[in-house]
Structure formats: structure tokens, C-alpha cells
T-cell receptor, first 111, second 116 residues
Framework: QKEVEQNSGPLSVPEGAIASLNCTYSDRVSQSFFWYRQYSGKSPELIMSIYSNGDKEDGRFTAQLNKASQYVSLLIRDSQPSDSATYLCAVARGSNYKLTFGKGTLLTVNP | DTGVSQDPRHKITKRGQNVTFRCDPISEHNRLYWYRQTLGQGPEFLTYFQNEAQLEKSRLLSDRFSAERPKGSFSTLEIQRTEQGDSAMYLC??????????????FGAGTRLSVL
């Protein structure tokens, strides 16, 4: 079992729709959870961080965490073509804080 | 520039040559990380430093790889006797150790290595 798993994608949504990205992780002691956006050929850019169960909203983005189910999600409301990118879920545990990434989900927002 | 800086951005080398990459973290960030990313995969952890101390190395980091962070500022990653399988994007990230659960890593633009 991979440590961090994401929807295989690609995920295609029309402009203005809600995009839903999912991630599961295997390490139960994980404490920190992140969503990064990565445009083709570019480096990862932090979108959201979440540490406690529940929802965290930032503009059009909402991260959801359920530690009991070992599940993290990212909702993007009012999706824009500029949101088209690969979204990486990353998890960290313990005091060393190294990130373990999923393979990423490619999101395409169609005008 | 207050971001993480990596140099060079691109490196093309022949198999068997040695290469060295440099990373300058965000000022005052005491943690520095190296990751490697291949096409279609997420970044994979290689090693990290807190100040000048290298605290963890991945099993991915074979004996051909060495990383340093003298004086706890910039870091270098050297690959000796490069192999075609070393072709990847090498990413550097830095963070400021804060309270538990607040580690945020900021990535540099990466160095893309092509081994011919």
C-alpha cells in the first residue's frame, strides 16, 4: 500500500464548477497535511495546510481532514481555467517534518 | 528576492560525470530539504538539514549522493558518477521550525538534471 494515495485522474470540470480532490494516507500518526499546486514544469506551490479534523476554508479553497478515516480532501469552488494544474497531497509526521507526497491529480478546468 | 533560490535551473551532463547543485533557503529558515521528482510522480524526500546538521537521509540517497549545508546557510547536493536514472527535477525547500503542526515548506524552482 502506498503511503499517500490520490485519485488517479485526470479530473476534468467545467469553468465555474466545484472540483473535488481526494487523498488517503496510511500512517496513522501523521500530524500535518498539505495541498500543493504544481503547474507543468514548475515547482510545487502551497495552497492549503490543515492540522485538525474538520474543514478549513481559504477563499475558493476548502480543505477537509478526517484523521479517523485517514482522509484529506480539497474542494475548489468556482473553478477557473487558471486552476488547471496537478494537485499534490502531502503528509508529514513526527518532529522531522519531511513530506510524503502522493502522485498528484491532474485537474483540467474547461472554459 | 525572499524565496528559495536554486542554481542552476537546468543541467545537462554525460553519464559518469559529477554534478553539484546549490540551494539558498529563505533567510532565517533553519530547515532545508532536498527532494527529487520524476515525471508523473510526486516529489520524493532525499535528505534534510536543521541548521548545519544533516538529520535524516532517505534510502534513495545512494553513496553517490552527498549533501552539505556548511554554516547552516546554503546547501549543496552533489551527485557523483551520474547515471541516466538520476535524470529528474531536484527540488529544494526550506521551513522555519515553529510550533508542532505548523511546518510549512516553501519550494524553490528546482534544478532539472538530464543525464545523457
Amino acid at each position: 500500500q502506498k503511503e499517500v494515495e490520490q485519485n488517479s485522474g485526470p479530473l476534468s470540470v467545467p469553468e465555474g464548477a466545484i472540483a473535488s480532490l481526494n487523498c488517503t494516507y496510511s500512517d496513522r500518526v501523521s500530524q500535518s497535511f498539505f495541498w500543493y499546486r504544481q503547474y507543468s514544469g514548475k515547482s510545487p506551490e502551497l495552497i492549503m495546510s490543515i492540522y485538525s479534523n474538520g474543514d478549513k476554508e481559504d477563499g475558493r479553497f476548502t480543505a477537509q481532514l478526517n484523521k479517523a478515516s485517514q482522509y484529506v480532501s480539497l474542494l475548489i469552488r468556482d473553478s477557473q481555467p487558471s486552476d488547471s494544474a496537478t494537485y499534490l497531497c502531502a503528509v508529514a509526521r513526527g518532529s522531522n517534518y519531511k513530506l510524503t507526497f502522493g502522485k498528484g491529480t491532474l485537474l483540467t478546468v474547461n472554459p | 528576492d525572499t524565496g528559495v533560490s536554486q542554481d542552476p535551473r537546468h543541467k545537462i551532463t554525460k553519464r559518469g560525470q559529477n554534478v553539484t547543485f546549490r540551494c539558498d533557503p529563505i533567510s532565517e529558515h533553519n530547515r532545508l530539504y532536498w527532494y527529487r521528482q520524476t515525471l508523473g510522480q510526486g516529489p520524493e524526500f532525499l535528505t534534510y538539514f536543521q541548521n548545519e546538521a544533516q538529520l535524516e537521509k532517505s534510502r534513495l540517497l545512494s553513496d553517490r549522493f552527498s549533501a552539505e549545508r556548511p554554516k547552516g546557510s546554503f546547501s549543496t547536493l552533489e551527485i557523483q558518477r551520474t547515471e541516466q536514472g538520476d535524470s529528474a527535477m531536484y527540488l529544494c525547500a526550506s521551513s522555519l521550525r515553529e510550533g508542532q503542526g505548523t511546518n510549512i515548506q516553501y519550494f524553490g524552482a528546482g534544478t532539472r538534471l538530464s543525464v545523457l
